[in-house]
Structures are given as structure tokens and as C-alpha cells.
């Protein structure tokens, strides 16, 4: 397939446009500079620079194409992810851009359309599984992402087929904020947001590219792109510990993290994901069932 995507050079798209190379995909990638077009040329991508939210160029760059992927986002960094200005880019991005890439792929005759959004959508369900259909909820945070998803379902309302991907919280090699939590761990410190007996779902990166992968045969809809055992809190810093080497003499900031509502509550709740939709639409399975063993591959990457 000739494929286009949008946000190759970020967090997944580093992980994805190699996936989709080596699936015998012929890539197309947005870059905003010249380093990071060259860059993905060395990966055997094909680099074109167009503005995300120019419909007429972006439908042009997408002629001749059956499928975009659009992993573009601005996520803050950690220290400013609970700024509300920092993420307004961020909103930016995910409600105008998708709006953007789906009239660009209906004017060039784009019949797949892939969206990134997040599991952290769902409402708090404790202990409880989550699958697509679960109830959601509309935080301020989320708007970005909500506006993104419905901009894919018009997508398949106008006759292509959109597929929007949930992915739960990214670690591994080049997700910033796994790489600071990691670094925190060889200092014997322990990150918990909120309470530590609350579920994390999460992807390895490189279990993420693979079902960008995958989900380019997935009957159109929404799916959550977690590993098959969501960890307590407790034991996602536990697995990371052990992958550091250095047991946590602390571990912050526990329940105090809840003190900021709103605005952290996308990593705060408890969310107890499941993947089994994905799974049994293309056989996807992730290499990496948790976090246990996903942070030991991760420690043996980026420990020189
Ligand atoms: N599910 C999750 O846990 C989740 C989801 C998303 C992000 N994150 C994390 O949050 C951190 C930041 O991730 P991120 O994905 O926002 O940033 P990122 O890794 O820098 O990737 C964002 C991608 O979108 C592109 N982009 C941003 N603004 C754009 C614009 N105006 N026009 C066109 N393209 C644009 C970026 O291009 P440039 O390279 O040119 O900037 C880049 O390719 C990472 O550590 C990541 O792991 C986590």
C-alpha cells in the first residue's frame, strides 16, 4: 500500500514508519525541517513538507495514496503537561489537523484513514475491564481527542473507512516521558499517579508500530492498542524497578497526584484496558503481554 503519515518523526511515528517499511509498505512522511525530511529519507521514507492544516496542499501530497496515518500531536513535556496553554497546541493539532487530513483524503481519494487518540478517554472504572464500549469522559483534556475520533467516523460516514486507535500509555525507547520515569528509577525513586492500587494500561513502542500495522486491515471502528495485562500502579513502578536495577526507597506522588483533578486525571485514573477487539480483527497480538517484560527489553535499550 502507498501510505501517508503524519506525525512520523514523533513518539510512535519513529516506531511506526520503520513497521510499515518492513511490512513492504511504501511510505510517504510529513516533515517540518530539512534535518528531520533527511532523517526519515535514511529510513526509506519519502519526506514532503506541507502544513498540516493546509487542506488544498495536503491534498495534494495525499493523491496517490490509499492510506494516511495521522500520529500528529504536540503532548507537552512532562514538566508543562499541566499547563493549559501548552496543551492548547496540542488541541491545535489533534481537532484542526484531523479535520484538515479528512477533507484532504476525501478530496484525493484516500479510501483508509487511521487516527491516533488515547485510552484515558474512558472513565475510571477501578478495578473493572474496559473495552470500546465502556462510557467515557469529556475532561477539557480530551477535546482534542474527541474532536480527532469524530472527524475519523465522519471519514467512514463519507464512504472511506476510518479506524481510530486508542493507545494506552506509551513506554519504551523515545517516549519521553517512559525514558524521565526510567531515569527516576535508577535514582531509587518510584512514580505512582494516584493510587497505587489503580490500573495503568499500556503499549511498548514498538507494540504500538505493529498495530498501526495491523490496523490498516481492521474493518473501520475504534480500537484500544494496550498490552494484555493492565499492572496495578504499584507493580508498573515495581516493573520498572526491577528493570532498573535499583529497588524505589519512594515512591511519589501517590493519591496527592489526585490533588490536581482535571488536569493530571488522564494519568491519574484507574484504567483497565482491554485489547481483545484488536486481537481477534487482525490477529495482532503484542510482543511485549506487559509491562514486566516490556521494561526489561526497554532497559536493555537504553542502557548503553
Ligand atoms: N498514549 C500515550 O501515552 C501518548 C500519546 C501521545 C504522546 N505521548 C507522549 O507524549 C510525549 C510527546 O509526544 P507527542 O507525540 O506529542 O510528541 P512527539 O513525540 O514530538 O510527536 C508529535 C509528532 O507530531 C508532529 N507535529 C506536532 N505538531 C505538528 C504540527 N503543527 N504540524 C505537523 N506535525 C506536527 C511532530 O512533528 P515534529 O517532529 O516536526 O515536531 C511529531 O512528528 C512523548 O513522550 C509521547 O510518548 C504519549
Redesign the pocket.
Known amino acids: 500500500m502507498r501510505i501517508f503519515v503524519?506525525?512520523?518523526?514523533?513518539?510512535?511515528?519513529r516506531h511506526a514508519v520503520p513497521a510499515l517499511l518492513d511490512a513492504g509498505h511504501a511510505v510517504t512522511a510529513?516533515a517540518?525541517?530539512p534535518g528531520?525530511a533527511a532523517a526519515l529519507q535514511r529510513r526509506g521514507a519519502t519526506p514532503v513538507t506541507v502544513s498540516?492544516f493546509d487542506r488544498q496542499a495536503l491534498a495534494s501530497a495525499f493523491a496517490g495514496h490509499e492510506a494516511v496515518v495521522n500520529?500528529?500531536?504536540?503532548?507537552p513535556p512532562m514538566s508543562r503537561f499541566m499547563s493549559t496553554r501548552a496543551m492548547r497546541e496540542?488541541h491545535r493539532?489533534r481537532a484542526l489537523?484531523s479535520a484538515a487530513v479528512v477533507d484532504a483524503a476525501l478530496d484525493a481519494g484516500v479510501v483508509r484513514v487511521l487516527q491516533e487518540s488515547?485510552c484515558m478517554v474512558y472513565r475510571d472504572q477501578a478495578d473493572r475491564w474496559i473495552d470500546e464500549e465502556s462510557p467515557v469522559d469529556r475532561y477539557p483534556l480530551t477535546r482534542g481527542n474527541f474532536a480527532a475520533e469524530s472527524n475519523a467516523h465522519r471519514f467512514t460516514k463519507e464512504g472511506g473507512a476510518a479506524v481510530v486507535l486508542r493507545?494506552?500509555?506509551?513506554y519504551g525507547p523515545g517516549?519521553?516521558?517512559s525514558e524521565q520515569m526510567y531515569g527516576l528509577a535508577r535514582r531509587h525513586v518510584g512514580l505512582v499517579l494516584g493510587r497505587p492500587d489503580g490500573y495503568v494500561s499500556s503499549i511498548h513502542m514498538t507494540d504500538a508500530a505493529t498495530a498501526v500495522v495491523a490496523a490498516l486491515e481492521a474493518p473501520p471502528g475504534t480500537y484500544n492498542v494496550v498490552d494484555d495485562e493492565p499492572l496495578t500502579k504499584r507493580e508498573f513502578a515495581d516493573a520498572v524497578a526491577r528493570a532498573a536495577g535499583a529497588r524505589p526507597w519512594v515512591c511519589v506522588p501517590g493519591r496527592a497526584a489526585n490533588l490536581f483533578g482535571d488536569r493530571l486525571t488522564s494519568l491519574t485514573r484507574s484504567l483497565r484496558v482491554a485489547n481483545v477487539r484488536l486481537r481477534a480483527a487482525t490477529g495482532w497480538a503484542p510482543r511485549h503481554p506487559s509491562a514486566r517484560e516490556g521494561w526489561l527489553a526497554t532497559a536493555a535499550a537504553l542502557t548503553p
Do not use: Y
Open positions: 503524519t506525525g512520523a518523526t514523533g513518539a510512535i511515528g510529513l517540518r525541517t528531520k498540516l500520529l500528529a500531536t504536540a503532548i496540542n493539532v489537523g488515547v493507545f494506552g500509555w506509551f517516549a519521553a516521558h
